[in-house]
């Protein structure tokens, strides 16, 4: 039975194979001190006891809503609650991690108060085996950001990054301009400037709110070629959002900071996938690969057509084994 007035917030889990972590994810949403919320659940064809976990809480709590559907990732999950979500903001949320109990109160706080479409906090980096924590470092002071100002930071993605999980977002941000999650990794990095070129001012909130789960078997955990290449795509995407809202003279500075760190992160996950197959062969190669595609991203004269040649930008090493390749 659904809530019949519509709910200030309406909170977005994807929710795939993480009965492990899935109780203490629920237990956070559930126990928040701000109360006008709902949860929309979307179980994307789990395989394990996380449906069975999410049916349990949608029959004690009228304010929880699960979907399920056949698996087809986390950007179609995200999309489709999208469209089903009735509140005036949006809050994305991880199912392995957790929040404190005031995070959607001080978010939607920090957004009436400043008349701010995006709210942002920061987080806690939490090892999934140890349980040791420690703070996302590179922070702002708590205020309140104009749009070019956001804009510059979510560009360069260091201060202010373009995860969707640790803010608070204004639905129409999504809504009134059809912005929709690609199919992809990285698909946060690839639509995240879209949401916030949108928003009028972005309130900041420097307290560790979020706690993120290290796991071995997260997107950055588990590298591979193909997100590799999906994260340098990603980057590719951010310019033609740029290039086709006359906007990359503008930021271009921001973008140039963006292309630069994501090429060294790139080159790092490249030479690690190399040294876990023992295999040097190709790391040249797929060096010089990374650095040309980005180059790509930055160039002067970057169309719509370039996008196409950010596929498959880094080849998988194969691994070696008594000196023949297997």
Known sequence: MFMEKAPKISVIMPVYNVEEFLVACMESLVNQTFRDYEIIAVDDGSTDASAEILDSYARQYDFIRVIHKKNEGQAKARNLAIQQARGEYLSFIDSDDFVKPEFLEKLYRACEETGADIAYCYYYFRGSKNGLLFKYPFRCRTGVLSTEAAMKKILRDTQLQSLPWNKLIRKRLFTDYEVEFPTMCFEDLAIMNAVFAHANRVAMINEALYFYNMRETSTLGTMDAK??????????????????????????????????????????????????????????????????ALRICDAQDFTVEDIARLYEVVEAPCRLQKNYII
């Not at 590719?236 to 973008?255: A, D, M, V, W």
């Not at 994501?262 to 797929?286: D, F, I, S």
């Open 227 to 292: 997100k590799i290449s999906d994260y340098i795509r990603a980057v590719g995407i951010t310019r033609l959002f740029l290039e086709n809202n006359q906007l990359y003279r503008q930021y271009r500075r921001s973008f140039g900071g963006l292309v630069r760190k994501t090429c060294l992160w790139c080159w790092m996950y490249v030479a690690g996938l190399h040294w876990k197959e023992k295999n040097l062969r190709g790391l040249a190669r797929n060096m010089r690969q990374v650095t040309h």
